[in-house]
């Protein structure tokens, strides 16, 4: 059994980061990088299609995680809370990162984001919702 809790991060704050994100992809050692794997597919003959490919799924995958390190920044501290309301050591750390890890965002109409976490306990969900 899953609780579910909902919190939304700010469209403000939601902006902010995807500008970030959008600089980071397109400025300094990233640029570099990509670069320089373009000249490395370059030399292995990978068609032009393909690279295009391999960088778009390499920045969808750079988004996502820059996407997870967000929720933590925004929400880690409440949920870490609520884990460790009735779970420690390594039991706590492992669900705090499952939680993290597995919270769905969808973006509003307004820019903000309303990120779906799923608890497994009620306890948990109700400490979140108290904290966040």
Not at 98 to 106: E, K, L, Y
């Amino acid at each position: 059994m899953s609780i579910t809790v909902q919190k939304t991060i700010p469209a403000a704050r939601m902006r902010q980061f995807h500008q970030m994100v959008d600089r980071w992809l397109e400025e300094g050692p990233i640029k570099l990088a990509t670069n320089a794997t373009i000249t490395a597919m370059d030399n292995a003959d990978i068609p032009k299609a393909e690279q295009a490919a391999i960088i778009e799924d390499r920045d969808i995958i750079m988004r996502h995680n820059m996407r997870l390190g967000l929720i933590s920044e925004v929400f880690a501290p409440a949920i870490e809370k609520a884990v460790k309301s009735s779970r420690s050591g390594s039991e706590a750390q492992d669900e705090i990162a499952r939680v993290i890890v597995t919270a769905v965002g969808i973006r509003q109409v307004d820019e903000s984001e309303l990120v779906t976490f799923n608890f497994l306990t009620q306890n948990e969900a109700d400490a979140f919702r108290a904290l966040a």
